[in-house]
């Protein structure tokens, strides 16, 4: 694989394997506790006396540029697979030039020990601790896409003046931990009402930003580069780095908070099947039972941001020189670019600077239609909050999902169809199977062998505590 590529790889990598990154579970009626990173409100009127997860990790990786021949995913995975081809790059992978700018993202969430209670037939609150790492890469031109891929060897784009508007690498790591309180304010006759909330305690691990408005350059060769009038704005935590083997995160920005909120509204037209007498002239809701045909939900997750301040020589600079000569540049790690732009351009703002990074803040609604007892259809679009032009931020991948599911107390199967920000189709599969949940929404490359431009996977394992039925004396009474 070229060099250039190689380094943006890596950077990935280093993060290791988000709220949209459980697709198709998350809508569940049985998500429990991880039902909040898509909707606060889930946990009021659960399905759950309590739900503990204990542990798990999801990933997303996907851009809209390169892609992979699904073919190479297939078997068998011997030595002349394509995976040990070191001509791989250049037989089994595609360019798409289309004319847009190009992006890349990678969403990572490890989830910890965390827990929800019902309290109340109205009342739940649930305490939660994720750690979460995210690269965005952004804004890149085709032309610019096209000469990094090809490690700058594109001669018909050298010595001509070209352009890429919002050119931007991003990147944070940070621990959250979450309170959150989720009520039914509403729940007469056929409708029903309930909104929830999170507060979360942020404690940065790590943050970089290299951002670029407006990219003016001239490549005359591959090792000679004349940029015009360029403010480059860069900074990091005084703790990242991507060289080593050995990678360790200490906190090291300022604690702040982040909150997420949300509200869900369900029609139950039958809703007095659900009925039982639980004592003489008192009846109460099944708790076991989901009682809707229809569930529209809206939420708001992450707003906030986490301040840092600036490690090593990373500072704002400007640069307009001809001719750059960087046949010999060491760019293996991060003090290595701190050097080559506080050296080469002419700095602009002091030393010590503090920065914040926006969190990925998103926007969500979620649509729900029971179809027939256990089997549910899901519509839950999911638009991230961009702001292009912010250079101190992350953000989210917007997406449109379709899920078919099956939905039981202990066992659920959910088809995911996913339409992606990048124009990517995915489609894949999950299961829930009593304590143990994974899944992912790329199995295009198993199934069709088409293109594959991402991937991603989740995994939890819980112990969850359902609501039983009620004796079916009082069942009786009612029936």
């Known amino acids: 694989m070229h060099r250039i590529t190689c380094l943006i790889v890596g950077l990935a990598c280093f993060f290791g394997a988000s709220a949209q990154n459980l697709v198709g579970y998350n809508a569940s009626n049985y998500a429990g506790v991880n039902g909040i990173e898509l909707q606060p409100a889930s946990i009021a009127d659960s399905r759950y006396r309590v739900d503990v997860n204990l542990g798990g990790t999801s990933f997303n990786v996907t851009n809209n540029y390169i892609s992979v021949s699904g073919d190479v995913f297939r078997g068998p995975y011997d030595s002349s697979h394509p995976f040990n081809d070191p001509d791989f790059f250049d037989k089994y992978t595609t360019r ?49 896409a096209t ?77 000679s580069l004349s940029l015009f ?58 708790r076991d039972q989901n009682k809707y045909k229809l569930r529209v939900g809206f939420s708001v997750t992450d707003l906030g941001r986490i301040k840092y301040k600036k490690g090593g020589e990373s500072a704002n600079v400007r640069a307009n020189i001809s001719n750059w000569d960087f046949t010999d540049l060491d760019i293996t790690s991060v003090p290595s670019i701190d050097s080559i732009l506080a050296n080469t351009f002419v700095v602009t703002e002091e030393e010590g600077q503090e920065f914040g990074m926006a969190l990925p803040t998103a926007i969500s609604l979620q649509v729900d239609y029971r179809i027939w007892k256990d089997f549910y ?43 992606d920000e990048f124009e990517n189709l995915h489609y894949g599969a999950a299961l829930r199977l009593g304590a143990v949940v994974f899944g992912t929404r790329n199995l295009t490359p198993f199934v069709s062998g088409g293109d594959v431009f991402g991937a991603d996977f989740y995994f939890l394992t819980k112990v969850p505590i359902p609501y039983g039925a009620p004796s079916k004396r009082k069942r009786q009474q009612v029936e």
């Open 377 to 419: 259809v899901n519509f839950t679009p999911f638009w991230a909050v961009k702001r292009e032009s912010n250079e101190n931020k992350i953000r989210e991948l917007t997406q449109y999902n379709i899920t078919p599911r099956w939905d039981h107390k202990w066992f659920g199967v959910f088809v995911p169809f996913t339409y």
């Open 147 to 223: 000469l990094i891929s090809n490690e700058l060897d594109v001669q018909n784009l050298w010595n001509q003046r070209l352009s890429s508007q919002n050119v931007s690498v991003q990147s944070m790591s940070w621990a959250e931990y979450g309170v959150t309180y989720s009520r039914v304010l509403f729940n007469e006759g056929p409708l029903f009402f309930k909104a929830g909330g999170r507060v979360k305690l942020l404690q940065g691990l790590q943050a970089f930003y290299l951002y670029i408005n407006d990219l003016q350059y001239n490549f005359s060769s591959d090792t």
């Open 96 to 144: 798409r030039n289309d004319g847009d700018p190009k992006s890349v993202y990678f969403g990572n969430t490890i989830t910890m020990p965390s827990a929800m209670v019902s309290l109340s037939p109205k009342h739940s609150v649930a305490f939660t601790w994720n750690v979460r790492n995210y690269l965005n890469i952004d804004g890149l031109s085709p032309e610019l």
């Open 229 to 286: 009038q360029t403010d480059i704005s860069y900074g990091h935590s005084d703790n990242f780095d991507f060289s080593g083997d050995d990678i360790r995160y200490n906190f090291t920005g300022s604690a702040s908070f982040g909150f997420d909120f949300g509200g869900v509204f369900e029609w139950r037209p039958n809703h007095e099947k659900y009925k039982y007498e639980k004592a003489e002239d008192y009846y109460a809701e099944r």
